[in-house]
């Protein structure tokens, strides 16, 4: 049995797993995350309950660059006052335990292919589409996060006149509609044609976003995370279509793209770190 635990800029969620199932699971929602003192605190009251049952090690994911090596977290996103935290020693200080940090798009990506829609598949790339645009990627079974835990920054990547983010993610239904990504899918549940083709021109921006992923990774499998990738059915078949001008389309014709079903496979990813 492992400690998993997946650290946001909202909320803490902990859990154990084992066999590939959260069986304990604790969730704080994040208070004075302008105190770097008081978010430890939470952090380890959140955690402390679990040791009592026999496990092995902690793994965390968090939004952020990480030393994994060292455990260092630097400049975690949403908590101001996490600038650089030494959190593998603070924690096997604390719980006499070993530990390991990643960042939290690297543990989704680890969860789907040990426990999720990525196994038995020896390439992933997964993506997360929420407030920001991230992903994880997995080559030769392996988690690669390259020398600074900066691989996967495809949001990052210069897209049009901005990047990939701005064009995928909450931050398009905002600048772009005035309206958040959550009201759209709403307003879409409810046969509003409008939203629907917001959801469609997403589905696009979303398509070259894969095509750059093809480009670079070109991998097995592509899984879709994050709390805008609920909205699948919306764009879909836009994305789909985006991709019809590829440039090798036998390699198309073998990806396959899931949607992420787990709300858990965060916390198991983060518990199989390192093993």
Known sequence: MNIGVDLGGTKIRAGIELNGLITKQNTTFLQQKESLTSTLDQL????????????????????????????????????????????????????????????????????????????????????????????????????????????????????????????????????????????????????????????DEFGRHLGAAIKAIMYVYDPETIILGGSISKAYPYFQASMFESLRDFAFPESLKRLKIFQSQDNNISILGAAALNS
């Open 44 to 199: 380890i009251e959140l955690i402390r309950p679990l040791i009592s049952y026999s496990v092995n090690r902690i793994g965390i994911g968090v939004p952020s660059v990480v030393d994994t090596e060292k455990g260092i977290v630097y400049n975690v996103t949403n908590i101001p006052s996490w600038k650089e935290v030494a959190l593998k020693d603070i924690l096997e200080e604390e719980f006499n335990l070993p530990t390991f940090v990643n960042n939290d798009v690297n543990c989704f990506t680890l969860g789907e292919h040990r426990f999720g829609l990525a196994k038995g598949f020896n390439s992933v790339v997964g993506v997360t589409i929420g407030t920001g645009l991230g992903a994880g990627i997995i080559i030769n079974d392996k988690l690669y996060v390259g020398h600074n835990c900066g691989a996967g920054e495809i949001g990052l990547l210069p897209y049009l006149d901005k990047n990939f983010e701005y064009f995928v993610s909450n931050s398009f239904f905002e600048t772009q509609f005035g309206v958040s990504a959550l009201a759209t899918n709403e307003a879409a549940i409810d046969g509003n044609f409008k939203a629907l083709e917001i959801w």
